[in-house]
């Protein structure tokens, strides 16, 4: 093990220890003036939003289109959840921050509190210098509806990476938006990608041209801050051909005691010999130990290895949320392309998570590999929920499918439901699975060693975790296992 | 000279039922004292009422570590005040390298005494030389802890930690068991490098052998959750002929 390693995991003890009660540390509200238009969804709100973005006819035809087709669908009862009626005609589905009106020419311009808010979370909206040795990130984040502000777009420029918010790519690259919009998650998809294809506000798009390697980790960070306001943000990523890009997800929002829905789709296209590293650390308000409030989680997230040798990795660590929906998949199309996913899961107190990947294999000689990890603590409820797919014409298909659960406590669930489906004889399909407890000897072997219970736990978890972990970009690894102890405070003793 | 560890008449059980009944004991700096005794006399409950596990329930009597009374304290906090504990059965934890448990280990004890942490640097430096010694290539200082470990390697990696935390009061469950003679040899010796004027042992064994290697200062036997005998170290090879059949008579029929 690397030095670096282990002071990362003392690192996690020191911040879960520091931490010491305070359970969700990005729930204060910013207080800002705000355009919000009034709640109910109809033609003339999805009118209303794309006009307001000054969309071309097409896009505004398509968002009318998936309006209409979501209006004949029915929401999804089939996931491991339990919620009240959403009534959608009680939501906000626009609302940005008045400062934004005539919109920032630069990031000189962006209102100083919403930076002071991202400087809050953790997240430079600045250029400033980097210190030797830290890899610069370029930051694209979004504030309820809009996106406020990208970093480092000149620098990336300069080798022709296209990174800016999904409505500045409307106006300056309607070619590629238009070409690649709804090409791996179509707009009827689903219930939610439906809603998201009529309403979606802002988010990222993200161009990397052929044989560039991304010279620098690309992240969005989304912040709902208003409240009975829903976020329907569209990321979309294309690697070209041999391109390689790592991107980052990060997500937050106030503690209300009100739900918020967050329904966003994710496109991910990596063509030939392309591969597409896609990170997320959510960690949205849970609601409160009794169940109040908190995001209903529920994306669409969605990688198309449209030719050979391409790959697409999905790495994610889920803290937040009250209800996640959510299954990142991969569409194996090329040939000996590569489809990955590795999750960790963590529900607490009255958490649900129904959450895993499908991965379809459609190429000859494709592979896919999924670890998935699952935490349930408290009165939680955690599903993986996996589909492994291998189409007649996918000679060679192999998949290998790795799912552990750790329960803490009894009060507890944890489900497994895997799907697999070969229907190409020269398939190889593996499928493990374990289902575990933190012992009451471990805990005490820990504590005999001087570590209090919750140090303990979250030593025990972050090595259950550990296999996913390892594929996290390192920025993001410490937060990740600082969240793993804070995320499960409170669920011993 | 105030004790080390000083119990007195200590009573306790599990799930309402009784196994120390009044037992006393009290060890000074420096020195070693072997517990012997068959199945099922309390020896390793004594060593987790000490240790401060969970579900056992002190009744009566005390148990005074440096003066100051265990009963009261957390687990953790008996570690932090220096109290280790070598397990029968040390633990697995999967994905947690040996090497992370022992600085998280060290740290969190350093941090309870409000000291400073050590540095990567040195730790590093510290775990290398004290598992050297013990025998250890650095190859297992990252392997993932106890995981897949053979019985010996277990519990030398047991005396490994006690070797970094450098307890004043070491109580050694059953440590020789399951060990072949060479494993035994390598565990007394790292045991006896760890003999020290300000540190205590406590020696829970069934057998002689491992006193072949650790000399102790006092052999205590132990039946039916009492000391029924004391003396020096040839009060174990006595035990090593006669069996503690004499012993087991006397306290059923006490």
Known sequence: MSEAKASIDKDTVDQVAKFGGEHYKYGFTTEIDVDKIPNGLSEDIVRFISAKKEEPQWLLDWRLDAYERWKSMDEPDWAHVDYPKIDYQDLCYYAAPKSMEDGPKSLDEVNPQLLETYSKLGISLQEQEVLAGVKKIAVDA???????????????????????????????????????????????????????????????????????KCPMELSTYF????????????????????????????????????????????????????????STVQNWYPGDKDGKGGIYNFVTKRGDCREARARISWTQVETGSAVTWKYPSCILRGDDSVGEFYSIAISNNMQQVDSGTKMLHLGKNTSSRIISKGISAGRSSNAYRGQVNVHPKAAGARNFTQCDSLLIGDKCAAHTVPYIEAKNLSAVLEHEATTSKISDDQLFFCQQRGLDPEEAVALIVNGFCRDVLQH?????????????????????? | MSALLNIDNLQAGIDGTPILNGLSLSIQPGEVHAIMGPNGSGKSTLSYVLSGKDGYEVSGGDMMFEGQSLADMAPEERAIAGLFLAFQYPLEIPGVTNMTFLKTSLNAILRGRGEDEMDAASFLRLAREKSRAL????????????????????????????????????????????????????????????????????????????????????????????????????????LEKSGYAEYVGETVNA
Do not use: W
């Open chain 1, 472 to 493: 996290l970009p390192m920025e993001f690894a410490v937060e990740a296992q600082k969240l793993v102890g804070i995320s499960l405070e409170g669920s011993v003793g």
């Open chain 2, 135 to 238: 025998g250890m290539n650095d190859e297992m200082l990252k392997r993932q802890l106890n995981v897949g470990f053979s019985g010996g390697e277990k519990k030398r990696n047991e005396i490994l930690q006690m070797a970094m935390l450098e307890p004043k009061l070491a109580i050694l469950d059953e440590t020789d068991s399951g060990l072949d003679i060479d494993a035994l040899k390598t565990v007394a010796e790292g045991l006896n490098a760890l003999r020290a004027p300000d540190r205590g042992m406590l020696v829970i064994t069934h057998y002689q052998r491992l006193l072949d290697f650790i000399k102790p200062d006092v052999v205590h036997v132990m039946a039916a959750g009492r000391i029924v005998k004391s003396g020096g170290p040839e009060l174990a090879l006595e």
């Open chain 1, 142 to 212: 979004v504030f309820d509806s809009v996106s406020v502000g990208t970093t480092f777009r000149e620098e990336l420029a300069k080798d022709g990476v296209i990174f800016c918010s999904f409505s500045e790519a409307v106006q300056e690259h309607p070619e590629l938006v238009k070409k690649y919009l709804g090409s791996v998650v179509p707009k009827s998809d689903n219930y939610f990608a439906a809603l998201n294809s009529a309403v979606f506000s802002d988010g990222s798009f993200c161009y990397i041209p052929p044989g560039v």
């Open chain 1, 223 to 278: 912040r709902i801050n208003e409240a009975n306001t829903g976020q329907f943000e569209r990321t979309l990523v294309i690697a070209d051909k041999g391109a390689y890009v790592s991107y980052l997800e990060g997500c937050t929002a106030p503690m209300r005691d009100e739900n918020q829905l967050h329904a966003a789709v994710v496109e991910l296209v990596a063509l030939e010999d392309a591969e597409i590293k896609y």
